[in-house]
């Protein structure tokens, strides 16, 4: 194989582009170089489900980004993390599997003239990529690269959180990701035998071993390479040399909702006069590159627990943690495989919203280990998330080199009704926490008289505490319009040879985490870069 020259090049080896490289590459024929600009995934951090906190803090492996300042959260800054390593976000991320609500899809077929993206298009794809610990059905997938386990929740926390929703009107669902999401659950996690499965562990490693897909760590992508409009390679980085790879076929950027928009914004692709500021010959100008950005964003409501010993991991000392380090290696059992968010739930901010755009992440344990806390004591977290924003960001270059980080600002709470539905979700969240089935375990609030706050006091509570999911998307989105970045198939826009697949491409953000159906999207956009018919609709009832 010639060291530059491929028939693909994948710029990215997170979620999306890992699957990708694996189904162009099942063809042992066809050559395929992924670039990631991180080291490996070699850590027992990476891997073990309860370390996860340990990653986020890994400044080798991460990508670290600041928003704003945010207008409508008085001038804050949000570190946003992103995962700079084999496997990409999906290496450190909470493992939550959630594909979103069956609405989503169907809203981005009929809002976005996407006629191919409907529920009924994307079922197969989702059902292609996971094999569930329930079984394989109407809505789910048996045999799948991606393990599926359904949380125990067998702590007593969790059972009182199933618990209060119940009290408080909400059903308990067995499967969310299937006929009906709204309710409280235990959740599912892309763990397999008490290891992370991301997608650079199923899908890239397996195909690396094959010969034909090879793969460049620390190579940090400069920009695309053009012959006119088409796309002929890449130009990267790689310590400390820049190099030149060439692609036959196709360049495919899979860098996630940050880095895909600059990298296009670096190559000259964008609006014209953006990129003139910067010096970057135009090569197609794209006004919709790096605009119409969306996260998910949420803020906690936590309590002290009533007495000691209700929440795991906390004073645990050296040989504590030794017991459970040996357990979960020699076991891949305890609680070193679990990822601590092993209830949840959906649900309506009000009669207003058709269908459910609140989500609770649960935490038995006070300590925000999604934000790379370690620091924990007893006590429990309902982790709120807007799930539906409206609101809508924008990326844009700080400098034309590619080392230099973006300008990111979200745009957070900029939609009255974005405030307005998480204010609701947010007392909601008290009323269930003051549900019988936490009297035992309910001590001190650390927001007191949160529910009880009118309106302006609980918006300007809301501009300090408000914090990100971690679930950017939608700044190359898709479309048909004068701002959509690519086509239904990935294509971009006014280019040849040139796609992006992630999750930048969702036209709107879906009303959960993000890592499952960005998985899902590469499913099928690598049936459309090979050629191949897409698998057929599936119509399969969902709850309206």
């Known amino acids: 194989?010639?060291?530059?020259?491929?028939?693909?090049?994948?710029?990215?080896?997170?979620?999306?582009?890992?699957?990708?490289?694996?189904?162009?590459?099942?063809?042992?024929?066809?050559?395929?170089?992924?670039?990631?600009?991180?080291?490996?995934?070699?850590?027992?951090?990476?891997?073990?489900?309860?370390?996860?906190?340990?990653?986020?803090?890994?400044?080798?492996?991460?990508?670290?980004?600041?928003?704003?300042?945010?207008?409508?959260?008085?001038?804050?800054?949000?570190t946003h993390v992103r995962g700079r390593m084999l496997g990409g976000s999906g290496s450190l991320n909470g493992m939550v599997y959630v594909r979103g609500n069956p609405r989503d899809f169907d809203r981005w077929?009929?809002?976005?003239?996407?006629?191919?993206w409907s529920y009924a298009h994307c079922l197969p794809y989702f059902k292609r990529l996971e094999s569930y610990d329930g079984g394989a059905n109407q809505y789910r997938?048996?045999?799948?690269?991606?393990?599926?386990?359904?949380?125990?929740?067998?702590?007593?926390?969790?059972?009182?959180?199933?618990?209060?929703?119940?009290?408080?009107g909400h059903p308990?669902?067995?499967?969310?990701?299937?006929y009906q999401q709204e309710g409280v659950h235990a959740y599912q996690a892309n763990i397999d035998h008490g290891i992370r499965a991301s997608g650079g562990r199923q899908y890239l490693k397996p195909a690396l071993r094959q010969g034909n897909v090879h793969l460049e760590l620390d190579a940090l992508?400069?920009?695309?390479?053009?012959?006119?409009?088409?796309?002929?390679?890449?130009?990267?980085?790689?310590?400390?040399?820049?190099?030149?790879?060439?692609?036959?076929?196709?360049?495919?950027?899979?860098?996630?909702?940050f880095n895909s928009p600059?990298?296009?914004?670096?190559?000259?692709?964008?609006?014209?006069?953006?990129?003139?500021?910067?010096?970057?010959?135009?090569?197609?100008d794209l006004p919709g590159v790096g605009k119409g950005v969306q996260d998910h964003i949420a803020v906690s409501v936590s309590y002290r627990a009533s007495r000691r010993g209700v929440s795991p991991g906390v004073g645990l000392n050296m040989f504590k943690m030794g017991l459970i380090g040996?357990?979960?290696?020699?076991?891949?059992?305890?609680?070193?495989?679990?990822?601590?968010?092993?209830?949840?739930?959906?649900?309506?901010?009000?009669?207003?919203?058709?269908?459910?755009?609140?989500?609770?992440?649960?935490?038995?344990?006070?300590?925000?280990?999604?934000?790379g806390s370690v620091t924990v004591e007893d006590g429990f977290i309902y982790q709120t998330c807007l799930a539906l924003p409206r609101s809508r960001?924008?990326?844009?270059?700080?400098?034309?080199?590619?080392?230099?980080?973006?300008?990111?600002?979200?745009?957070?709470?900029?939609?009255?009704?974005?405030?307005?539905?998480?204010?609701?979700?947010?007392?909601?969240?008290?009323?269930?926490?003051?549900?019988?089935?936490?009297?035992?375990?309910?001590?001190?609030?650390?927001?007191?008289?949160?529910?009880?706050?009118?309106?302006?006091?609980?918006?300007?509570?809301?501009?300090?505490?408000?914090?990100t999911q971690y679930h950017p998307c939608s700044s190359c989105r898709m479309g048909t319009d004068d701002m959509a970045v690519v086509d239904e198939e990935g294509r971009v826009y006014g280019t040849t040879g040139l796609r992006v697949i992630d999750a930048s491409v969702m036209p709107r953000v879906t009303n959960a985490n993000l890592h499952c159906p960005t998985m899902m999207i590469a499913e099928k956009l690598s049936d459309s870069v090979l050629g191949v018919p897409a698998l057929t609709p599936q119509d399969a009832p969902y709850a309206h």
């Open 326 to 371: 040996a357990q979960w290696l020699f076991l891949r059992s305890g609680l070193g495989a679990t990822n601590l968010w092993e209830t949840g739930s959906f649900f309506k901010s009000s009669d207003r919203v058709a269908y459910p755009n609140i989500q609770h992440e649960f935490l038995p344990v006070l300590g925000e280990l999604s934000h």
């Open 1 to 78: 194989m010639p060291a530059s020259k491929y028939d693909y090049i994948i710029i990215g080896s997170g979620a999306a582009g890992a699957i990708v490289a694996a189904r162009l590459g099942a063809d042992k024929n066809t050559r395929v170089l992924v670039l990631e600009a991180g080291p490996s995934d070699n850590s027992v951090y990476v891997r073990m489900p309860a370390a996860l906190s340990y990653p986020l803090t890994d400044k080798a492996r991460t990508w670290s980004f600041e928003t704003g300042p945010e207008p409508a959260l008085d001038g804050r800054s949000i």
């Open 262 to 284: 600059q990298l296009l914004l670096l190559s000259g692709i964008g609006p014209k006069q953006e990129l003139e500021q910067h010096g970057i010959r135009s090569v197609v």
């Open 221 to 257: 992508a400069h920009s695309v390479l053009f012959d006119g409009k088409r796309a002929i390679g890449v130009r990267y980085e790689q310590k400390g040399t820049v190099r030149e790879a060439y692609a036959e076929r196709e360049v495919i950027v899979s860098g996630g909702a």
């Open 172 to 178: 308990l669902n067995k499967d969310y990701n299937a």
């Open 393 to 467: 960001g924008e990326i844009t270059l700080t400098s034309a080199d590619p080392r230099k980080p973006p300008r990111i600002v979200l745009n957070y709470l900029s939609d009255p009704e974005d405030a307005r539905d998480l204010m609701d979700g947010l007392r909601h969240t008290d009323e269930i926490v003051q549900q019988p089935a936490w009297d035992k375990l309910r001590g001190e609030s650390l927001q007191p008289g949160l529910y009880k706050m009118q309106d302006a006091e609980l918006l300007a509570w809301l501009k300090k505490n408000t914090n």
């Open 109 to 116: 077929a009929e809002d976005f003239n996407l006629r191919n």
């Open 141 to 168: 997938g048996g045999d799948g690269p991606i393990s599926i386990t359904t949380m125990k929740a067998e702590l007593e926390p969790f059972q009182a959180f199933l618990e209060a929703g119940q009290q408080a």
